[in-house]
């Protein structure tokens, strides 16, 4: 699982995605090469979807790996 907050002049938010640390950097080494326009994730929190992303939407993208938590 992986962390990601999303930033530009309009929103703050932080979300968190099925997809691995390592899976979302070789997905931005794709969007660098010109192979993909957009990462394509499964959202869990806040709430459960499909999403996309364009990196050029955002001002500011952090990408951090997610601690799993104790039940």
Same mark, same amino acid.
């Not at 794709?30 to 001002?59: C, D, V």
């Given at each position: ?13 932080t ?8 899976? @979302?950097? +070789? ?13 394509a ?11 996309? @992303? ?7 993208? +952090?990408?951090?790996?997610?601690k799993?938590?104790?039940?």
């Amino acid at each position: 699982m992986t962390e990601i907050r999303l930033q530009n002049p309009y929103m703050d938010e932080t979300i968190k995605v099925k997809e691995s640390y390592k899976r @979302i950097l +070789d997905m931005l080494k794709w969007i660098e090469q010109g192979n993909m326009q957009y990462l394509a994730l499964h959202q869990i929190e806040p709430e459960e979807r499909m999403i996309t @992303i364009s990196p050029k939407n955002f001002a500011k993208i +952090d990408y951090y790996e997610a601690k799993e938590t104790e039940s």
